[in-house]
Structure formats: C-alpha cells, structure tokens
C-alpha cells in the first residue's frame, strides 16, 4: 500500500461527514445539522475539500478521469439531496448521496494504494 497523509486527511474528513450523519439518523438533530438540508450541505463542503485533498498529485489517467467523474455525479446528488430537502424523498436522497462519497473516497483509495490499474496516462 503507497497511501499517504492525504489519504489519512480525507478519511478525516469523511468521518466528519458520517459521524453526523449517524447522529443525525439516531436522533434527528446534532449540533449544526438540525435537518436533511444541513446535513446535505455538510456533505457538499466537506466531501468537496475531502475531494480538494485526495486529487492533488494525481495522474491524468483514466482512473482519475472516472474518480473525478464519480465526484461529480456525487456532487449532483448533494445538490440534488440540498434541493430537494423539504420533500418526501428527502431521506433516501440524502442517504444516496452519503453512500456516493463512500464509493468516491473508496476508488480515490484503491488508486493511491495501486489496486486499480486503469490503462496509461492520457
């Protein structure tokens, strides 16, 4: 495994998202997150620095092209989820969009650490 800081940093940063978020299902209000609008806010900026974090010093390789386009897809249902926070699909709009960070921080991982090999820089 070749991960570094970053990747320690980002994980962080993740957990900075989930622990609220699991607070926020338990209960239904943390600190700063009272409803499905804040916690996807908090989704949206700390995934995008925890994002900022995991893409310096990558190659411009297909694998990078499909992470940064997973972290886009991701980032639409964050304002998707932010959008639509007053309806009834608030809920599993939000839960999507937490699970789309696992899988984008889950792929940044798999590159930084050479399990995916995804063809020559481009």
Same mark, same amino acid.
């Given at each position: ?36 609008? =804040?916690? !996807?806010?908090?989704?949206?900026? $700390? %995934?995008? *620095? +925890?994002? /900022? ?15 940064? =386009?997973? !972290?886009?897809?991701?980032?639409? $249902? %964050?304002? *998707? +989820?932010? /959008? ?39």
């Amino acid at each position: 495994m070749r991960l570094k800081v970053r990747d320690l940093v980002a994980m962080l940063l993740v957990a900075a998202i989930a622990v609220p978020y699991v607070g926020y299902l338990i209960d239904g209000d943390v600190p700063f997150v009272q409803d499905a609008r =804040g916690m !996807a806010a908090v989704g949206l900026l $700390l %995934g995008a *620095v +925890a994002f /900022a974090v995991l893409v310096g010093g990558n190659k411009r390789d297909r694998a990078g092209k499909i992470e940064t =386009g997973l !972290a886009m897809l991701s980032a639409v $249902l %964050g304002l *998707v +989820a932010l /959008a639509l926070a007053e309806t009834a699909a608030a809920e599993v709009l939000l839960a999507i969009f937490m699970g789309s960070i696992l899988v984008v921080l889950a792929a940044e991982l798999i590159d930084h650490a050479g399990w995916w090999h995804a063809g020559h820089p481009v």
